[in-house]
């Protein structure tokens, strides 16, 4: 294969997450020490920033091991992110013919995305448009979301570290919970829009005797109201404590979302609603059937920024799956395609870097098997503990100064 020589840009797209700049930090190392790689240029704000040309070299401000290193502890996107959907090929063209001309003002050879479902649309499209075009680039996705919800690949960079902190804090929630003897019920709501792997943190801790949510429901089991009164009743007649969570993309049977009464209506240019509100229908209903106290609280931004929690795999993976995007597009000649993660065991946990269509991947949604949640759909099963559990595993803090983490900053 004939080296393709030129400049790479990287950008970051849709939610940010705790571990996306370890990714980010993986792709500038990767180019840094590539033959193939002159200037690694970044995006602001993603494909937004880029078609109007807000771009910097990152050469020079990652000169240094220490600057790469606290850009993998820092949460969120340290380049901004964007929402921002490319339209259909042959709708507005324009828009494509402009990022070719910037892609040869700046002779960008190679382009990697770090994104989620949403953002592997926009890589699945560039793809295509370049597939027509004379200018050679290869276009790359590198996966990224905590709700762990992208087809092809067994998890996301970002996830692991969301489901260290969910764990955690529904446990000291629990334990909180548990001093007094008054009968009371708390409810926590926790991102998850069509699948439920953020809320199944949520229950992996008694499975390694700590403590866990007493129920938990998710996006692949229809709601049911009535049932889950009853589930909460029969917890009540156990103890006088019980803790809930639920997924904020909890749906019924007929579609609506659990939280849907109180929500904005919204919706984003994916067409997408703003989630929110599941918690406190619930918290409406117990305090309807029940009398009892109750409360209900959202992890809401904490769950993909909390960095100070971060897990060591999550970020070594993270790192790693960056920098093998730049190797699969320079030695190997990868273009149109998302790197993923391949699971080799559980016990000991081994994990593999490669790279699948990003046709095949962009705008699926991937769910928990079956096989993960109970049979009364209120909890996860010891196979859904084997999988989450080592994606969770080793701390990895940030640097502290005068009692609070130091975070990079362009």
Known sequence: MKKLIGNAIVGQSGGPTSAINATLAGVIRGAL??????????????????????????????????????LEHTPAAALGSCRKKLPTLGAEDSVYERIVDIFKKYDIRYFF?????????????????????????????????????LFGTDHTPGYGTAAKYIATTVEEIVRDCSVYKIPAVTVVEIMGRNAGWLTAAADVARFVGGESADLAYFPERDFDMERFLRDVEDELGKKPNVVVAVSEGARFADGRYVGEGHQSGAVDVFGHKYLAGAGRVL?????????????SIELSLPQRCAAHIASATDLCESVAIGRASVKAA?????????????????EPYTCAVGHKSVAEIANANRMMPEDFINEDGNGVTEACARYILPLIEGEAYPEYKSGVPVYLRF
Not at 335 to 345: A, Y
């Open 283 to 295: 918290e409406d209903e117990i305090k309807r059937r029940f009398g009892c106290k109750v409360r």
């Open 330 to 346: 320079c030695e190997e000649g990868v273009s149109g395609e998302m790197m993923v993660f391949e699971r080799m065991s559980d």
């Open 113 to 149: 995305y770090i994104g989620g479902n949403d953002s592997m649309d926009t890589v699945a499209k560039l793809s295509e448009y370049m597939g027509r075009v004379d200018y050679k680039v290869r276009i790359v996705g590198v996966p990224k979301t905590i709700d762990n919800d």
């Open 33 to 70: 020490s590539s033959e193939c790689i002159r200037t690694i240029y970044g995006m602001r704000n993603g494909i937004e920033g880029f078609l109007a040309e807000d771009i910097l070299s990152l050469n020079g401000i990652f000169e240094s091991e220490d600057k790469l290193k606290m």
